[in-house]
């Protein structure tokens, strides 16, 4: 592995409202990084002009070219994961480095049933 | 409970419309970039609505980088109801000699905006505008041509196994060859044909 790796503590990436999300972000870099950010981010995607929110956002030094972190967001209330015809609302956790670009992302759901609402 | 595909996973999605790479056509891109280069960077790119004004401004930003000049773009459309958004003046008044405004809706200005725009902008290395009409200034150097081929690029770059599936033809004139609205159509269409076979 080469770069950034996302692995969220529940598996099936499913949360409900107010669940805290947690994980671990590991890294192995080709070369030096002053920290990795991850954040936890909604946003929309479909027919028309895209909105996005940035419901969380952590920092870790970076000490090392291989290492890895625990992170954790307090749980969120919404926007619920959806997908209707003309819009879907998507999360994901996702992290970088900065000042290099490596980059990764997991897809998430969040909603009271854990699944997708669909209509 | 619908089957029906998802709109993040529609290839017309909006983020997929803007970021699509710019299909060039009609024009090289290194030509008009010289033309603009000629125009000391400052003119307009002119068309009617949805013929790729904003994708080939776009473009142009990465043409103008290679030049070793920085784009600066900025955007709005009508719903800023003719005013000039303070982001607009901010980054005109600081714009530098390496800087090349891109300004994607400036014929939506009052006479009076883009007069000051045009003044402000003197210290900029250059100023690109988009423009449904010719104007007096900045000059006309480039003008976007829609067709149905450039249509059914545009699909195909989009979604290449769909082109088979529509008529690009009939879509283009339903849409007036305006290509925003035709590949905008090109959404409902790709999600009713994937709910019909999903159905099927």
Known sequence: ?119 | MTDSPRPIDNPFNAQHLDTMPYIEHAFNLDEITDRLKQHRYRGAVCGPHGCGKSAMLRALGEQLMKHGLSPLPLFMNSDGNGQLPSQWVRTIRRARPTDVLLLDGYDLLPAVSRAWVLFASRRAGGVVVTTHRPLIRPRTFAEPMPSPDLLRRLIDQLAPSFVGEIDINRLYHDTGGNLRDALRRAYDLYADTMLQAERS
Not at chain 1, 25 to 30: E, F, K, M, V, Y
Request: glycine residues 12%; proline residues 7%; hydrophobic residues 35%.
């Open chain 1, 1 to 119: 592995m080469t770069g950034l790796t996302i692995q969220p503590d529940r598996l099936d990436r499913a949360y409900v409202p107010g669940e805290p999300i947690t994980g671990t972000i590991g890294w192995d870099l080709a070369e030096p990084s002053e920290q990795i950010v991850v954040r936890l981010v909604w946003q929309t995607a479909g027919k028309g002009t895209e909105d996005f929110g940035v419901a969380g956002e952590e920092s870790f030094a970076v000490q090392s070219l291989r290492g890895e972190c625990a992170f954790s967001f307090d749980g969120v209330e919404g926007p619920y994961s959806f997908s209707g015809t003309l819009i879907t609302i998507a999360w994901r956790i996702e992290a970088y480095t900065d000042p290099s670009d490596a980059h990764a992302e997991q897809t998430l759901t969040l909603s009271p049933t854990g699944g997708e609402v669909r209509p």
